[in-house]
């Protein structure tokens, strides 16, 4: 829960190193290392076993939104070194191994729309967009490449492609773990149910399949079945704290933790095999849950 842990913080532009780039996340690797890294180590006190880079928006499209496009690989190398040092440390003073996932948001494009503008990228474009982001996360040092909050299916397919060239390419190879977003419905943005993701996504070149974000654990349940019944792979769930509502113009997830981790290890139960939590979800969310599914 990058994006609403930082939020807490009421960061000012001068967090972000000045006006043109505040709003931009990713960039605090750069400019506040120290708020990062304690978003990392809270969730790592409370037992978390990976911890998510900063890097949700960090390919270059949406960087470039903040002038910020030639500096993809600066920004997704130091975020994977400073969340590998946190994961680090903190495996060395317990005794648990800990582990790095990059995390890799969309690219704010459709290429599955016919908007006149969101839509005007080809395939291969895409994937190099994808292929340069986890250039950068693999060669930060992280174990996993997380693939998350895909609204739709052929931006999934292009990035799997990227991704899996750039492994090619460097002759290195790390878990691809990938996470669609379903609404209430039990649909991505275009319309793609779990049977037809599931389908699509099983026959290419990655590790895990999963859920997150959009809704909580609560509307997760027929999505989460058909996957355990179905799926060859190991299965994700990282919901958010409940369905967001709006309060002043503002997103609050109103699932509170023993709710989240109960229903979460219910999801254990049927078969799945990786939980934590996506938007609004915090240390005593993941405290909660490890409690309940541990061991």
Known sequence: AMGTSIQRYDLTADDFGGQQYEGCNDYLVITRPDVIEEIHAGFLVAGSEVIETDTFRGN????????????VLTINRAAAQLARRVADRFGEETGIPRYVAGSMGPSGMLPSSDDPVLSQITFDELAEVYYEQAQGLVEGGVDVLLLETSQDILEVRAAIVGINRYFADAGVRVPLQ???TLDTSGRMLFGTDIASALATLEPLPIDV?????????EHMAEPVRYLVEHSTRPISVLPNAGL??????????PMQPDPFAHMMAEFVDWGVNVVGGCCGTTPAHLEKLIAQVKG
């Open 60 to 71: 270059r499209l949406t960087l470039s939104e903040y002038g910020l496009g030639d500096q």
């Open 209 to 217: 399949i999963g859920l997150n974000c959009s809704t909580g654990p």
């Open 178 to 180: 990938t996470q669609i």
């Open 244 to 253: 967001p509502i709006n309060v002043e113009g503002e997103a609050v997830y």
